[in-house]
């Protein structure tokens, strides 16, 4: 445990992965290292950050006491709300940002397929607080009613699937489509890596961006529009050009069979895998519904983390600070469920419990457990030990209607729904294109 005004700054078992001679680096990297040792030094801060993300229903001063709660002995300060609001300010969010860029990429475990390891992009909104700075930066969403409650962020990511990591992000205001910040992600593309794309991303630019940069793309394609037929494949799938892109064009039909009935619906989907030996029609259809790992990622960083409240942040300058930070703890939680189930073969990384991983962090944070690393470090400590010990179950085939569960209305608009889940079967088939 660091001594003095030093103290307070941990994140309890986490500390091992975001150590304190690399918080100090951030800090002298970004020129943000205080002057004068006080009570509240930039470490303490940083670590206040991370760890106001594993209570978001708390107020700083309340992330203060989980801090503290077992440094008693040691007579921690107790600042005001008013003297942990300055110190925010006077960090910034440029440590933050430089921790982020430090701790991104994809985990050991991360999913491949036939060698390429399979990334998915995808946007979301995240509420941020109704105040006068927020709203010079951020608008509110326009919709039936007049506009949304509050300003609203937009996170696009570029994720590991298999692992859930973050390799890439941007974000921005919520005016701003996806499609303008998606080319930015380029950056962090390369050789061996295939991105699973959803149709809000189709555009002959973007995919042509993301060829150029070395990596794959696996894209849904609307019917509306028709493609040459260069070449036909034995597989069904067709050579076309997609702008100055060569592309390869699988259509196919999936049938989803029930005890209640079978449904089909009819996919087009756009590659630039060219070889259909080295890579199925067949396959490449199975593998598109990875891009679904992003949605989930979503689901815990909005739902199992902030529990649905908004950014507390009151200033665009404390959004960024704020949004960096939950993005490395992000990271952090999703590193730890990783090397825990990496050390156990065959277990892969979904069927470790975010919520188990989430909970057992507060909790040792509350304890200032395994803040400093034994000389053996072990990859399992009292976090992985419980994802260990609470494995969620091989993840099933299974298809349930996509409907919101919780309505703004008590009205029931549409009639009844069936929000029964059933065990499922599918098949694929390729079709191939009419002769000309």
């Not at 607080?129 to 326009?142: E, G």
Request: net charge positive.
């Amino acid at each position: 445990m660091a001594q003095g005004p030093f103290a307070p700054g941990h994140l309890g078992e986490l500390t091992q992965l975001v150590p304190f001679d690399m918080v100090d680096e951030a800090l002298a990297e970004t020129r943000t290292t205080q002057s004068r040792v006080r009570d509240l030094p930039a470490r303490v801060v940083v670590y206040l950050l991370l760890a106001a993300c594993l209570f978001p229903e708390l107020g700083y001063a309340g992330v203060w006491r989980k801090l503290t709660a077992s440094l008693t002995s040691i007579g921690p300060a107790t600042p005001t709300a008013s003297a942990l609001c300055q110190a925010r300010r006077r960090l910034g969010s440029a440590p933050l940002k430089w921790l982020f860029d430090l701790l991104r990429g994809p985990a050991a475990g991360s999913a491949r397929w036939r060698g390429l390891l399979i990334c998915a992009i995808d946007g979301t909104t995240l509420s941020v607080a109704d105040s006068p700075s927020n709203l010079s930066t951020y608008a509110k969403h326009r919709c039936n009613n007049g506009g949304s409650g509050y300003p609203q962020i937009r996170l696009l990511a570029l994720l590991a699937c298999g692992t859930r990591t973050l390799i890439d992000v941007e974000s921005g205001p919520a005016g701003v489509s996806e499609l303008a910040y998606a080319p930015r992600l380029a950056r962090s593309m390369h050789p061996g890596m295939i991105v699973l794309l959803d149709r809000g991303f189709v555009s002959c630019e973007l995919i042509a961006a993301f060829a150029a940069a070395g990596a794959e793309v696996l894209v849904r394609y609307t019917y509306r529009r028709n493609f040459p037929v260069l070449a036909r494949h034995s597989d069904g799938s067709y050579l076309s050009t997609l702008g100055s892109t060569k592309v390869r064009v699988i259509d196919a039909e999936i049938v989803i069979t029930t005890s209640t009935g079978r449904r089909s619906s009819v996919y087009r989907l756009v590659t630039t895998l060219l070889d259909h030996h080295r890579h199925p029609a067949t396959e490449l259809v199975t593998l598109y519904h990875q891009r679904w790992e992003i949605e989930t990622a979503y689901l815990e960083l909005k739902s199992t983390i902030l529990g649905g409240r908004v950014l507390r942040a009151r200033t665009s300058q404390g959004i960024t600070q704020e949004l960096c930070a939950l993005l490395v703890t992000y990271q952090l939680l999703r590193t730890t469920m990783t090397d825990a189930t990496d050390s156990q073969p065959g277990t892969t990384a979904d069927r470790a419990s975010f919520t188990i991983a989430l909970q057992t962090a507060r909790d040792q944070l509350v304890l200032a457990a395994d803040v400093i690393a034994d000389t053996v470090v072990t990859l399992v400590g009292t976090i992985g030990t419980h994802l260990l010990a609470n494995l969620m179950p091989d993840r099933r085939l299974r298809t349930r209607p996509r409907v919101v569960k919780r309505a703004i209305s008590k009205y029931n608009a549409k009639g009844t729904v069936d929000r029964t889940t059933y065990k499922a079967t599918i098949s694929i088939d390729v079709l191939a294109p009419a002769e000309p």
